[in-house]
């Protein structure tokens, strides 16, 4: 259990880093650099724009998967009951929606042809958070059962 503690509070570390690496590169035109785009210049963006949206994006990417990394840390440590895994269960899954779109973002924009997008580094420690917090749910939930 103490590896499953050190591994998800590593993740308090994680996380926070995906938020201001860059999640992608974008640009009109080929010729000209690719500006890039992390997760929380993209909400600084929407939130000029959109504010509902920019709210929507900062529960599923920023609270969502710190509220589940807390919770599984507490469940871990023994401070709450493990009958709380599957509403932690529930925020790992609205976390990993945020993964999904980012992906359907640039699957969109590179098939309209407009510009130029590509997956930066950030995209994939984002989504290795997610999952390594997903595995650790598992990981946690076995190792209480035992």
């Not at 949206?53 to 840390?73: D, E, H, S, Y």
């Amino acid at each position: 259990m103490k590896v499953l503690i050190a591994a998800n509070a590593l993740l308090l570390i994680l996380f926070p880093l995906s938020w201001f690496a860059p999640l992608m590169r974008a640009g009109l035109l080929p010729l000209f650099g690719l500006n890039e785009i992390s997760l929380w210049s993209g909400i600084a963006s929407l939130w000029q724009t959109d504010v509902l949206l920019a709210l929507v994006v900062i529960i599923f990417a920023i609270i969502a998967p710190i509220a589940k990394t807390l919770g599984l840390l507490l469940v871990q440590l023994r401070i709450m009951a493990p009958t709380a895994l599957p509403l932690i269960g529930v925020l790992g899954k609205f976390a990993m929606a945020d993964v999904f779109l980012i992906a359907l973002y640039i699957v969109l924009a590179k098939g309209a042809g407009f510009g130029r997008v590509e997956p930066a580094w950030g995209l994939y420690l984002f989504t290795a958070t997610i999952l390594a917090s997903l595995c650790l749910s598992i990981a946690t939930a076995r190792s209480l059962r035992h």
